[in-house]
């Protein structure tokens, strides 16, 4: 699946109608089989790391990629628990979104976070799970949502010549 085949909704859809992710990993998670979990899911967007019932971090592949592919990284993430790895990156709070927020809401709030981590994936919480929303198919929702939006205008104002009002 790519995000190009995605069915996208008509405006005033909300995130949950959205292609999400469920990939939550424990903190004690290796580095190894996080990379082999990128390697057999090539469009996984990122994994949230928990401890426990505590979101630890969200962990974006590309930030994953970065950090593992510098000198002798790979040997000392890849062989211990992942939360090493994610105590090495600066401290942030990953972006979470309520499941019900609107397209343009989320795409607000996605836009808002530090330039570095504009394009890692938002944490959707849906009340009883924590999805990933890949930057990708929200923005391809916002701009389906937006042509929608600018149909119905231009069919407005087409009515209201139509009808003289």
Known sequence: MTAADLELPESGAVLAD?????????????GEEVDALFEETPLLPGVIVMDG???AALLARRTFYDLTNRSFS????????????????PPAEPAVV????????????ALARASGHVYDPLIVDSGDALHLLEIEVLMRAAAAALTAANREKDWLLGELQRTGT
């Open 53 to 55: 019932e505590r979101i």
């Open 98 to 109: 309520p499941s019900q927020l609107s397209i343009e809401a989320a795409l607000d709030a």
């Open 74 to 89: 790979r040997q000392v993430f890849l062989r211990h628990p992942i939360s090493l790895l994610v105590e090495s990156l």
């Open 18 to 30: 959205l292609a999400l992710w469920d990939m939550r990993i424990d903190a004690a998670t290796s």
